[in-house]
């Protein structure tokens, strides 16, 4: 099956530096890849939709300023935590839509802890 | 409220006993994932459910979509303590390159 990585699977940082976690698609092409943050014990919310080649969309209540979006290539979606703060720490997911069989595929996720 | 809402919230169930787990849409739905999900890890694919009255089975795992594609059910037969996890439903509500929608999930333990 369809491979997503993400990286790094955990990062631990100092309030008010910024943070990027990358999204990958190994094995295949991936016009639009998503981005979700999971709290604990909670279910994924969507953050954005990142489209290649053109400005990801927002969900209502995201800060596109403080959570950027880039989709530089097919096969890469970075997320940047700008500025971040204890309150942004969270389970970081993404996921990519293969395009042939209507599936998402999810990467591991990435941990955020912000001190 | 919310578009999409799982049943039970959290499940004990001894190893050996057959489960089932409700997802239902307020809205149609276009598609209906199931996924399972370790605490703190990535999600697992299970099935994706399309076509209304759909079916799919996978092991001990099966999974229906209602007629009127609005609701779902995960049934796991024999549950092992392997199966314990959080199961997710996502809803697709339209076609294409779709943004899924997450359900409350459902929190599964099973007692050896």
């Known amino acids: 099956g369809a491979v997503v990585s993400q990286h790094p699977s955990w990062v631990i940082c100092k309030s008010g530096t910024s943070v990027k976690i990358e999204c990958r698609s190994l094995?295949?092409?991936?016009?639009?890849m998503f981005w979700y943050r999971q709290f604990p014990k909670q279910s994924l919310m969507l953050m954005a939709t990142?489209?290649?080649?053109?400005?990801?969309?927002?969900e209502q209540g995201v800060e596109k300023d403080k959570f950027l979006i880039n989709h530089a290539s097919l096969t890469l979606s970075t997320l940047t935590v700008t500025s971040a703060h204890p309150e942004d720490s969270s389970f970081y997911i993404c996921?990519?839509?293969?395009?042939?069989?209507?599936?998402?595929?999810f990467g591991p996720g990435t941990r955020l802890t912000v001190l | 409220s919310q578009e999409l809402e799982q049943s039970p919230q959290s499940l004990i169930v001894q190893e050996g006993k057959n489960l089932t787990i409700n997802c239902t849409s307020s809205?149609?739905?276009?598609?209906l994932y199931w996924y399972k999900q370790k605490y703190g890890e990535g999600l697992i694919f299970l099935m994706m459910?399309?076509?209304?009255?759909e079916e799919k089975s996978h092991e001990k795992i099966t999974a229906k979509l209602d007629e009127k594609k609005q609701q779902s059910s995960l049934h796991i037969t024999a549950s092992q303590p392997s199966h314990a996890g959080i199961y997710l439903c996502?809803?697709?509500?339209?076609?294409?390159?779709?943004?899924?929608?997450f359900g409350t999930g459902t929190k599964l333990q099973v007692i050896p």
């Open positions: 996502g809803a697709g509500y339209s076609g294409g390159y779709q943004k899924v929608t």
């Open positions: 990142s489209n290649e080649g053109s400005k990801a969309t927002y």
């Open positions: 459910l399309q076509k209304g009255g």
């Open positions: 809205k149609t739905l276009y598609g």
């Open positions: 094995d295949f092409q991936a016009t639009t």
């Open positions: 996921s990519a839509d293969s395009g042939s069989t209507d599936t998402q595929y």
